[in-house]
């Protein structure tokens, strides 16, 4: 396991900060505090180590196979409109990630960038059914001979930064990175009709190992 590179700047502001208070209420003794403000920080610190962790997993990378771009649980499956690029009906696949999840994307399919969006928004809870039309938003769309699909992080009530490393035109390899999501948030996926969906409402899984779907 190592620290994503999302977490660097978060994790070095957080150790003199904390660093700065321990210092302070150590000169001004106050035993109560001090010991309270020694839990506090160091709690936070931890949780912050443990929500930008970067897992080591092995990845299969098969054809025909859609990964799941994130770490959580199925919240949603289900034919609806997709009205940003396809405009047309899709099946979409929904996967909430709490606070405690890994947070990075990766590509669930192989193939090209033929789009990407940033989409500024609003902070509702990550499942509240309205949240993938109205809050921070990045849509991606790869397609290779045999398939296109859409994928769009969302941010959710705690979210306030979403990060997107695909641009237009690059090679999308199933599994590698694409973005990162700070604090928790919601991975929405949309395949076409007809495609096998491999998951059920409330399972639980993970980035680039478990398969949502195959085609």
Not at 121 to 133: E, F, N, Q, R, T
Not at 184 to 201: A, C, Q
Request: contains cysteine.
């Amino acid at each position: 396991m190592t620290i994503h590179k999302e977490g660097y700047k978060i994790l070095r502001n957080e150790i003199i900060i904390f660093a700065l208070l321990n210092y302070l209420v150590h000169i001004y003794p106050h035993e109560y505090l001090a010991y309270f403000i020694t839990s506090l920080t160091s709690f936070l610190f931890v949780m912050s180590v443990y929500f930008f962790r970067k897992p080591n997993r092995e990845l299969e990378r098969k054809d025909g196979t859609v990964y799941s771009p994130c770490d959580g649980k199925v919240v949603v499956i289900e034919e609806t409109e997709e009205i940003e690029f396809y405009k047309d009906k899709r099946i979409q696949v929904s996967i909430f990630m709490s606070p405690l999840n890994v947070h990075n994307q990766l590509y669930p399919i192989s193939g090209e960038v033929e789009y990407t969006k940033y989409h500024p928004g609003k902070y509702l809870v990550a499942w509240h059914p309205k949240s993938s039309l109205l809050n921070e938003r990045s849509t991606v769309v790869v397609k290779n001979d045999k398939i296109s699909i859409l994928f769009r992080q969302i941010a959710g009530a705690v979210a306030r930064r979403i990060v997107t490393y695909a641009k237009k035109g690059d090679v999308a390899t199933s599994c590698d990175e694409y973005g990162f999501i700070k604090f928790g948030s919601r991975v929405d996926v949309f395949l076409p009709i007809g495609t096998k969906i491999n998951v059920k409402m409330n399972e639980v899984v993970k980035s680039g190992q478990s398969v949502i779907a195959t085609y």
